[in-house]
């Protein structure tokens, strides 16, 4: 049976934070048994803990970062991986500004000093989340995957046209190689990323070894100039004949597969559990590790609802009348089967021959246009923010944009639509959510939404 573990004592590591260019401090503490990882900022007076969890992600743009009643900290994934691959289950961390230290840009820094605090096994057991069906994620060229596995295993690759990297795969057979074989790999970019980023003002705290950099520009004397201006460096910057800036000499020969790797071990670790699952990936990121994330949870979710048998309707039709303004025939949702308020909902519709709008779609060969089943992601998407509101006397919500939608396959009369909805961000009354329409399992249509609560 395994056992939970925590550390032996506190100790602390100092650097810069990448994006604000702050100094970066912090220090790792032990945690009780169940306790989690957990943060808290102790540069400002507010004192707010911050669980390590998907559901309080705020931003995945360049990195992952959490965030609660108001309090974000930055750039945690690296640590996060740390933790997942030295089988930390419990800590309290202390950040004193806003954003974890990059370092070498590896997670080596970060399991040494896990390993200078020591590891402590506590009486509590250890949970797995484990897999039972398989599950896939595509988007452009990233495709995750997970399958049944016995234990933690995970198989890499990428291809990002160009010589210097070329096409990568790594596999992960065991945690136990974690911090040999993959905390050690730092992260990479492209000189041209960098350069914009730094323009933008981004990336304050970046410096021309805080990553692999790959040499997709050509380096002349001017351009180097240019160059130690814009990051207030003494250099030097030669051209690598290796394709990496400085000849920089890799840890590995697929250094920057085995760091794509550490991401999607860092992310997914955000789960809160460790994962027993082979991940396959192709091209990851952050937000696909994320979006991975969720169906790994809401995929146990349902299957513990199935098994329990509550899987029944949470709303009936009367009750999606008295939330949503919307009558027959612009009505898209006839029941949902559950919703967790302002977290996600699960809604249906029968599609039927009587809907009007297969009278002039297609008649001879009638399939439910795409734009309706994006509307019934709105409709449901809607039920969910505007749930437990005071409804009918001064609330009601505003669409503002549709983003990344896809269509997969057609719908067809006689077909029921289950509609998924899940809440990605919310910000001063701003909702952002994901939905996908299914049949049969087989994903139909997908987008990201955009809306407004306003008060009538």
Known sequence: MARQHTIQKSVSLEGIGLHTGEPAKITLNPGPENYGIRFVRTDIEKRVEIQA????????????????????????????????????????????????????????????????????????EREFLTIEEPLTYVEGEQALGVFPC????????????????????????????????????????????????????????????????????DLTNEHI?????????????KPGKNGFVNNVKLRFYNEPCRHKALDIIGDLYLLGKPVKAHILASRPGHEANHRMAKEIRESIAKGKRAKSGQLKK????????????????????????????????????????????????????????????????????????????????????????????????????GDLLRIEVELLQSRRGTIRFAGKCMVDGKVTCEAELMAMLTKK
């Not at 945690?76 to 500004?97: K, P, Q, R, T, Y």
């Not at 000189?191 to 990336?203: D, T």
Request: net charge negative; proline share 5%.
């Open 53 to 124: 969890d998907i559901d309080n992600v705020v931003d995945l743009e360049w990195k992952t970062a959490i965030g609660k009643d108001g309090v974000n900290i930055f750039s945690m994934e690296h640590l996060m991986a740390a933790f997942a691959g030295m089988e930390i289950d419990n800590c309290l961390v202390e950040v004193h500004s806003s954003e974890i230290p990059l370092m070498d840009g590896s997670a080596l820094p970060y399991v040494t000093l896990i390993t200078e605090a020591g590891i402590l096994e506590q009486s509590a």
């Open 150 to 217: 016995d234990h933690f295993r995970l198989t890499c690759a990428i291809d990002y046209k160009h010589p210097a990297l070329g096409a990568q795969y790594t596999t992960l057979f065991s945690l136990k190689d974690f911090a040999g074989e993959f905390a050690p790999a730092r992260t990479f970019t492209f000189l041209s990323w960098i350069e914009k980023l730094r323009e933008q003002g981004h990336i304050k705290g970046g410096t021309l070894d805080s990553a692999l950099m790959v040499q997709d520009v």
């Open 225 to 237: 100039d240019y160059m130690l201006r814009l990051f207030n460096e003494k250099g030097p910057i």
């Open 314 to 413: 949470a709303l009936e039709h009367s009750d999606i009348l008295d939330i949503l303004p919307h009558r027959y025939p612009f009505l898209l949702v006839d029941s949902v089967l559950s919703i967790e308020q302002n977290k996600r909902i699960i809604a249906t519709k029968n599609v039927s021959f009587n809907d009007p709008f297969f009278q002039g779609h297609f008649p001879r060969d009638p399939i439910m246009p795409g734009v309706l089943q994006v509307e019934a992601m709105a409709q449901a998407g809607g039920i969910m923010g505007l749930y437990g509101q005071k409804v009918g006397k001064d609330k009601a919500i505003a669409f503002l944009g549709i983003d990344r939608a896809r269509f997969r396959a057609p719908v067809r009369p």
